[in-house]
């Protein structure tokens, strides 16, 4: 598959995907969207995959989304090779259903936060800041909310959303929307620890959990116990187990 705004490759049992929009500080189009959402579908479908590495090229993480393509969508670059979708980007992260790390080496900024709320660990440079300035716009961060409501608290998701400033790497950490320093981390260590995992084991664990966002307490140890016996019956999952329980 050739993509204009993103670069893909799988290296073992790893899918890396990288932004690669840097003329534009890696700002999100339609096309972009709809190209995040094509290589994610192949991540989750492929039982190679047990870990996603979301990178970008340049400066910039990511900018946000690009008003202007979204306004006139004449300057967007159409991939011919993909059908185009309307769909939001927080939807399009959410769907992914495999461990994600995202490498974060440059600024991110309004929209970009929906790359890295959806992503399972989220490591940056110390120097990197966040900003989200859509109130100074006369806009609102609406799709964010999502992904901040499932870290934080409400109040502080709206105190997040009426600062229209810069924060630094440490406040990130203490919100929950990074979880430490890049160059403190043993992301190869990181990488490997998925490589003798179950990739059956690894989905299904992240598609109950997101199944469980609209359930009852009482009705979420039923729905855990299908998703266990669903998942226990699995043949592969069977040899999984055999193979690991004969060591």
Known sequence: MTYNFIETAINGHVF????????????????????????LAEANADDRVKVVVLRANGPVFCAGMDLK?????????????????????GEVMDSLNKPSIALVEGDVIAGGFLFILGCTFVFAQEQVRFKLPE???????????????RIMSEKRVLQL???AEFFNLQKAIDFGIADGILEDVQIKALIDSFADKSVYALQAGMEAL??????????????????LNALRDRPEVKAFMEAKLKK
Request: glycine share 4%; charged share 25%.
């Open 16 to 39: 890396e995907l990288t932004l690669n929009r840097e003329a534009k500080r890696n700002a999100f189009t339609p096309t972009m969207v709809n190209e995040v959402a094509h290589a």
């Open 69 to 89: 393509t979204f306004q006139d969508r004449s300057l967007d670059q159409l991939n011919p090779e993909i059908t185009n979708k309307e769909i939001s980007l």
């Open 135 to 149: 109130i100074a716009l006369g806009i609102f961060p609406f799709q964010v909310m999502a992904g901040l409501k």
């Open 161 to 163: 959303c009426l600062d």
């Open 210 to 227: 997101k199944g469980m966002r609209e359930l009852e307490g009482s009705e979420q140890y039923a729905y855990l116990l299908k998703s």
